[in-house]
């Protein structure tokens, strides 16, 4: 990365205090490149908020909306609030165990725009920034994106809440803007297993918020007017709310520094 740029990490987490406090651990401990770390918080009801802006992270919070809107978010803070480039989205049962991981996945974001993580079992491809899986299925437990392609894409749709489908469809579009250049199989999309690993604790998934989002889902890729291009919101109400939670963020990092 040119010096004056850093690598963007949001954590996306929920009521998993001390699974984010393992998170931040272990990026701290094998993170090399600058980087700038951000919390997206979706309603906890746990010590999240407050342990985290008392360890002097700043930290993005609001109801719990599901996991688009937390990782808009993210995604919000670190691309109208810093000049990261890459940006990478880390849930919070997901963290580095392997000095290099961050080059490497700096290196394939440059190469391939928008790479996921590939867990638990290895489709074609060698698993390197050159010739990375090829990936029908994939986890939204770590991905990188450039500033660039969201830019070209934008953000994950709003219309998902709770748990569910929602990053499948972001990756999606990612998919029908850079595949010509990907030149990969069809329906495959760049994935890499490389210095990160995940880990299942208790999660507060649902079979209903999921049977829903399926269904937002298949609407989406039957109507062949949604845009490639979404917002963070669907309407004005939608684009005050995340504003002001990124802008209340944003003031009580600047105080802390003050």
Avoid at 138 to 145: D, K, N, R, S
Avoid at 170 to 187: D, I, M
Avoid at 188 to 203: I, K
């Amino acid at each position: 990365m040119p010096a004056a740029e850093r690598l963007g990490i949001g954590i996306i987490t929920r009521n998993r205090v001390a699974t984010l406090q393992r998170c931040v651990a272990e990026i701290e401990r094998h993170t090399r490149v600058a980087f700038q770390l951000l919390i997206a918080d979706d309603g906890s009801t746990d010590d999240t908020v407050s342990w985290a802006r008392g360890a002097g992270i700043t930290t993005v919070t609001g109801p719990r909306r599901g996991c688009a809107w937390n990782k808009n978010r993210a995604l919000y803070f670190l691309l109208e609030h810093t000049g990261c480039d890459p940006i990478l989205l880390l849930e919070d049962d997901t963290w580095p165990v392997a000095a290099g991981w961050d080059a490497v996945w700096i290196a394939a974001a440059r190469r391939w725009q928008h790479v996921n993580y590939c867990y638990g079992y290895s489709p074609a491809g060698s698993g390197t920034v050159d010739d990375p899986y090829r990936g029908t299925a994939f986890g939204g437990h770590c991905t990188i994106t450039t500033r660039a392609a969201l830019d070209e894409v934008g953000y994950l749709d709003s219309r998902f809440t709770g748990y569910g489908c929602e990053h499948v469809e972001w990756t999606h579009r990612f998919r029908a803007r850079y595949e010509t250049s990907w030149a990969l199989p069809q329906y495959t999309v760049p994935c890499l297993d490389f210095g990160v690993r995940a880990t299942w604790p208790a999660s507060s998934f649902s079979e209903a918020e999921l049977a829903t989002n399926k269904a937002v889902f298949e609407r989406m890729r039957a109507d062949p007017a949604e845009p490639l291009r979404r917002e963070a919101w669907r309407n004005d109400g939608e684009r005050r709310r995340l504003q002001a939670e990124v802008t209340a963020a944003s003031s009580a990092a600047r105080s802390r520094s003050a």
